[in-house]
Structures are given as structure tokens and as C-alpha cells.
């Protein structure tokens, strides 16, 4: 029992420690009026999944995954952060077909593994010693509760009127400059890291 207990000790404090700074940008994505809230709670999953995924091979076959392969991922929001500030600029043109403005829920999960540098950081060697069956299936579903969790949390805190109504005055200008500062910040980071090892 006492095993059981520090193991979800264990896998709710490495998700906490590693997604904190995913807060601020699920808090943009839900504040965005070009992403449905489903798109980003989908590309949410979808990237924690993956992460998980990476990060059991990674342990599986005793490999550290190169950060700067996930560094150069950070690609990704900074080619969104400018696409939407050139969107953001011609405002003023028709609102034609607006499904097409939507970003979709791989693009969220694209954000979602580009900023999880520090996520296979820490699960990798997490599944490496936890890694019995067991252990990685109760592992996997505290990471899979979190992430509801962390949504649901992040989506009702943007339902507050007076924090939504502030945020989504900004989100125009402040998303895409925060997608471009956190694509600039995973290569820097990743690039560093690599060098230090």
C-alpha cells in the first residue's frame, strides 16, 4: 500500500513540476477565439500521450532522446505565433468560411510536444525505474487524470468574468507573441541543455 501511495506521490509531483508552465499557454489557447476548446483539450491528450509514449521508449531502450530534436520542434509554435500575427493584421478584410480559422487539435498537440522537453526529461527515467506493467499503467493513467484535470481547471479559471474578460482583450496580440517567445525559449533551452551535456 505504502508503494502504491508513493508512486502516485511520484507520478502526480513529476506531472505538476513539468506542466506548470503549460498553464499560462492552455490558458491563451482557451482564450483564443480561433481554437475551440475541444481542439485544445484533444491536442492536449494527444501530445501528453505522445510525450508518454517517447518517453517509455526512451526508457525502454536505455536511449536519452536528443533535446535537440525537441528543440528544434520549437519551430512550430513560432511559425503559428507569426501566422496569427499576420491574420491578427489583416483583421479588417471578411470573416469568410471561419472553420478555416480554426487551429486545429494537432496543432495544439504539436505545441504540446514542442514545449515537453522537460516532460521526457523527467518521465523517461520515471518509466525506467517504474517499469514494471503495474507501475506503467497506473503511471500512465495519473499523467491521463492530470491532463483533465489540468484542462477542466485552466478552462473553467478562463470562465471567470473578470480574468476571461481581460485575457481575451490581449489574446490577440499577446498569443501569437507568447507562441513565438515559447518556440524561441525551447530552442534556446534545448540547445543549451545539449551543449551542457
Not at 483539450?41 to 521508449?57: E, H, M, R, Y
Not at 536511449?63 to 512550430?76: C, E, N, T
Not at 509554435?77 to 491578427?88: A, E, M, N, T, V
Request: glycine share 8%; charged share 10%; net charge positive.
Amino acid at each position: 500500500m505504502s508503494e502504491l501511495l508513493s508512486l502516485l506521490g511520484v507520478g502526480i509531483g513529476a506531472f505538476v513540476a513539468t506542466n506548470i508552465d503549460d498553464t499560462f499557454v492552455l490558458i491563451l489557447l482557451f482564450s483564443s477565439p480561433y481554437i475551440l476548446a475541444r481542439n485544445v483539450i484533444i491536442g492536449q491528450f494527444l501530445g501528453i500521450v505522445l510525450l508518454v509514449l517517447i518517453s517509455s521508449l526512451a526508457s525502454l531502450l536505455a536511449l536519452a532522446v536528443p533535446p535537440f530534436v525537441i528543440g528544434l520542434m520549437g519551430l512550430i509554435p513560432i511559425i503559428i505565433g507569426i501566422k496569427r500575427l499576420l491574420k491578427f493584421r489583416k483583421r479588417s478584410e471578411t470573416n469568410y468560411t471561419m472553420k478555416k480559422e480554426y487551429l486545429s487539435f494537432l496543432s495544439v498537440a504539436a505545441i504540446t510536444i514542442a514545449n515537453g522537453g522537460d516532460d521526457i526529461g523527467v518521465f523517461t527515467p520515471l518509466f525506467a525505474k517504474y517499469n514494471t506493467a503495474p507501475e506503467v499503467t497506473i503511471l500512465v493513467t495519473i499523467f491521463l487524470i492530470m491532463t483533465g484535470i489540468w484542462c477542466l481547471v485552466t478552462y473553467y479559471f478562463m470562465k471567470h468574468p473578470f480574468i476571461a474578460s481581460r485575457v481575451k482583450v490581449l489574446s490577440h496580440v499577446v498569443t501569437p507573441i507568447v507562441l513565438i517567445g515559447l518556440g524561441i525559449y525551447i530552442i534556446l533551452d534545448s540547445f543549451v541543455f545539449s551543449f551542457v551535456l
